[in-house]
């Protein structure tokens, strides 16, 4: 008798401390039954949600909530997470919200007060964005004048002029990277126009011809007869850079195959070379800013080292993932693959 009382209040001290923990998380936690009702929460759920104790024990959170981002995601239900959501009651406060699956159909909502990483990122994204706007203009008067500068007249400076105006070019186009990323991480949304591909695929064969000046052999296979839903600005800008990774990094005589086709879930664009292909360490850091496996190779190509973060901010924005397969020495395969959701029927009888 006596040792079942004392294992009673042992269990019972453990059960408050648990409690006494939980409440005392500086992140937001409450527990939800399978109606979505309170059962209980702690004191950081007070501060960040707005809950109120006892009053909101047994209200449906999604009601009490309201209008709010948060209460709208917990309403549409079909997402885990929630990144960065504005605080109900406080749109200074951004949150980072889980909701975890746990017991018999029960949920246990986590959100963290993510304001000052959030407030740091924007920080970030307007310093490089400034900064790019300001190198703007001097970069094109620099350019202007060496343009207007005639090697004829000063053989001796030649090779240096030649030297200073693809420096100056190669900055530029940093310059305008960057300015590219920058506007697609404030991108929200995007216009949702129809690209046509069948002239696109052709664009992108002729840059890739013109880029190559007869160096590889180039093939294009249209087999999807699809047209895309997105930005056509910033597709074109996507493809082309994978086109021009491909013509930039395979050596003479090689092929690029620009492909367009159909797959189970919708379709892929893929560009394959026969190039010098990636060591498999480097492939996840590809999309990385600045990101090059020889540098020296990059450079010496004309590269900035920015082509596929913008590769990949673009498909984000399109919900379409990169996919890179590759073997040293052998060649790359770079693949786009776009929901059934981002496809169109061609107009007319496309070819
Ligand atoms: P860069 O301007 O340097 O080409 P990217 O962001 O376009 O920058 O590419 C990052 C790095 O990925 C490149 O520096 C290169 O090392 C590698 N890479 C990209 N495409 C290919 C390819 N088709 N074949 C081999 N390496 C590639």
């Known amino acids: 008798m006596n040792g079942d009382r004392s294992r009673a209040r042992r269990l019972l001290t453990q059960l408050r401390d648990l409690r006494d923990a939980a409440a005392a998380l500086s992140d937001a936690l409450v527990l939800l039954d399978r109606a979505g009702r309170v059962r209980w929460f702690n004191r950081a759920a007070r501060r960040l949600l707005g809950l109120e ?9 999604a009601d009490r909530l309201g209008d709010s981002e948060l209460g709208t995601w917990l309403r549409e239900g079909d997402q885990a997470v929630a990144d960065d959501v504005a605080a109900p009651g406080g749109q200074a406060v951004r949150l980072h919200v889980e909701a975890i699956p746990f017991g018999h159909d029960r949920r246990l909502l986590l959100a963290r007060d993510v304001s000052r990483l959030t ?20 970069l094109t008067v620099i350019h202007g004048y060496l343009e207007l500068l005639d090697p004829e007249d000063v053989p001796a400076l030649a090779p240096v002029l030649k030297e200073m105006r693809a420096q100056s ?4 186009q940093i310059v305008e990277d960057l300015l590219t990323l920058s506007r697609l991480e404030m991108q929200q949304r995007l216009p949702e126009e129809r690209v046509p591909m069948a002239p696109l695929l052709a664009t992108l064969r002729r840059e890739a011809e013109a880029l190559s000046h007869g160096r590889h052999r180039i093939a294009l296979e249209d087999q999807a007869h699809a047209d895309l839903l997105g930005s056509p600005k910033d597709l ?16 003479e005589h090689g092929s690029i195959t620009i492909r367009w086709r159909r797959t189970r879930n919708g379709a892929e664009y893929s560009v394959t070379d026969t190039g010098y292909g990636i060591p498999a360490e480097h492939i996840a850091r590809l999309t990385e800013r600045f990101y090059r496996v020889s540098s020296s190779r990059s450079r010496a190509t004309g590269g900035t080292g920015l082509g596929l973060s913008i590769v990949k901010h673009v498909l984000n924005l399109h919900h379409a993932q990169l996919r890179i397969e590759s073997e040293p020495g052998k060649g790359s395969t770079f693949t786009c693959a776009f929901d059934a959701a981002r496809l169109l029927e061609a107009e007319g009888d496309a070819g």
Do not use: C, I, K
């Not at 924007?122 to 703007?136: G, I, K, P, T, Y």
């Not at 021009?244 to 395979?250: D, G, P």
């Open 53 to 61: 104790w006892p009053h909101d024990l047994n209200a449906v959170l």
């Open 119 to 138: 407030r740091l990122e924007q920080v970030r994204r307007d310093f490089v964005a400034n900064v790019s706007h300001e190198l703007r203009t001097p």
């Open 169 to 172: 070019q190669r900055m530029g």
């Open 236 to 251: 074109h800008s996507a493809f082309s850079n994978l086109v021009s990774n491909a013509v930039r990094y395979t050596p």
